[in-house]
């Protein structure tokens, strides 16, 4: 299995700001799953982030607004631009295990605008 | 329509309760079927998976899938309190790996 830290885990942020989230993976991965969790609501896929290349973007998500870097195999950070209080929603990321019916995730970064 | 629907409940049962949790689906191509569980301020953690159709069981923890009526289910039999969480489904076709639809998750509490 793998571990993954996510920072923060939580945060308060004024409207209009940005918030960069980082994920840490214990173990060399080759993609990286950001995921939306709004309250109520089920997960959905941001983005996934590949090493090397742009990352790909899910339908309704743009990357002027969450900009995505991948800079290694185990490290990947989310940023979340010029927040509104719609971007209120808990953060995940996710890596994929030796099998492709198990993702693995972070502890995520539930984010509040204000 | 959702590609999987999922009731949130919240699901409430007393202790030792045979509980029920289901979803449905509109993609007859997932293949792949699986359970996650969430505790609160928790990152969801792979509890089952099921491939196609049929029956799987893991101690107190079963999962059903009926490709024909595009249903899954997954049954917990003497529900402890340490089974109180969020219950999500979720799916995936055979060509998209480790990207998960996933279902709006269900709310238990087991009460003592």
């Known amino acids: 299995s793998a571990v993954i830290s996510q920072k923060p885990s939580r945060d308060i942020c004024q409207r209009g700001t940005s918030l960069t989230i980082q994920c840490q993976v214990d173990?060399?991965?080759?993609?990286m799953f950001w995921y939306r969790q709004q309250p109520g609501q089920s997960l959905t896929l941001i983005a996934t982030a590949n090493q090397g290349s742009e990352a790909t973007y899910e339908s309704g998500f743009v990357i002027d607004k969450f900009p995505i870097s991948r800079p290694n195999l185990t490290f990947s950070t989310l940023t979340v631009s010029n927040m509104s209080p719609e971007d209120s929603s808990i953060y995940l990321c996710?890596?994929?295990?030796?099998?492709?019916?198990?993702?693995?995730f972070g502890q995520g970064t539930r984010l509040t605008v204000v | 329509q959702k590609e999987v629907e999922q009731d949130p409940g919240p699901l409430s049962v007393p202790e030792g309760a045979i509980v029920s949790l289901n979803c449905t689906y509109s993609n007859s191509a997932f293949q792949y079927f699986m359970w996650y569980r969430q505790y609160s301020r928790k990152g969801p953690e792979l509890l089952m998976y099921t491939y196609s159709s049929g029956n799987k069981e893991d101690g107190r923890f079963t999962a059903q899938v009926d490709k024909s009526s595009k249903y899954i289910s997954l049954f917990i039999r003497d529900s402890q309190p340490s089974d109180s969480a969020t219950y999500l489904c979720a799916m995936i076709d055979s060509g998209n790996t480790g990207k998960l639809i996933f279902g709006q998750g269900t709310t238990l509490q087991v009460k003592p």
């Open positions: 996710s890596v994929p295990g030796l099998i492709n019916t198990e993702a693995f």
């Open positions: 173990s060399q991965v080759t993609m």
